[in-house]
């Protein structure tokens, strides 16, 4: 019987890891573009940021309720309502490009910091540096609000093809983590 739920419960982790790695794959990919060719049409990079954060909201919500009994998943379901809010704001306003994008990078910020935070409550090593992160991503979030649109979209990309990178990265040492606790 335990067996069974083992497998069950590898098999969700796996189907879960393996979509927050195609999500951090997203990042990078719209990060590069957004650092490449910031010229692009605003109304497009707002309606690609707009969906974006919303599919991430709709994710930080519904990882709040699979996992609402674990303590580094109970700001989820705020950040997760922000982050739609501010993609939907995104979509029908892109004149706002840069305060939407700072927003963006200041709430996801937060949610790494407090993240972080979490991690050192549970004596996880990695607390200080997702700590730090999630800092660098606040004060990058500020700095993109009061910046120009061309500027903002660069610093935009700089951030999304990092916070990809750094997301594909944990995902790995999670899995990697969790392969201990799993066989």
């Known amino acids: 019987m335990f067996s069974k739920i083992l497998g069950e419960v590898k098999g969700i982790f796996n189907i879960i890891t393996l979509a927050e790695m195609i999500d951090a794959l997203i990042y ?9 060719n910031p010229a692009l049409s605003f109304t497009l990079v ?12 709709v994710i930080s919500i519904c990882s709040y309720f699979k996992r609402a009994n674990i303590d580094l998943y109970n700001y989820n379901l705020i950040f997760g309502i922000l982050l739609i809010i501010v993609g939907i704001a995104t979509l029908f306003m892109d004149y706002l ?10 709430v996801s910020g937060l949610q790494k910091g407090a993240y972080g935070i979490l991690l050192k409550k549970f004596n996880d090593s990695s607390w200080l540096t997702v700590l730090i992160i999630g800092v660098l ?10 910046t120009s649109p061309d500027a903002a979209v660069k610093v935009a990309g700089i951030c999304l093809l990092g916070y990809g990178l750094i997301d594909f990265i944990n995902t790995l ?11």
Not at 137 to 146: D, E, M, P, Y
Not at 173 to 183: D, E, G, H, V, W
């Open 97 to 106: 490009l840069a305060i939407t994008l700072g927003i963006y990078l200041i």
């Open 28 to 36: 990078v990919i719209i990060g590069l573009i957004f650092f490449v």
């Open 137 to 146: 991503f606040v004060v990058l979030g500020i700095i993109t609000i009061f």
């Open 173 to 183: 040492l999670l899995r990697r983590r969790a392969q201990y606790f799993l066989k």
């Open 46 to 57: 707002a309606i690609i940021t707009g969906i974006v954060l919303i599919i991430n909201g």
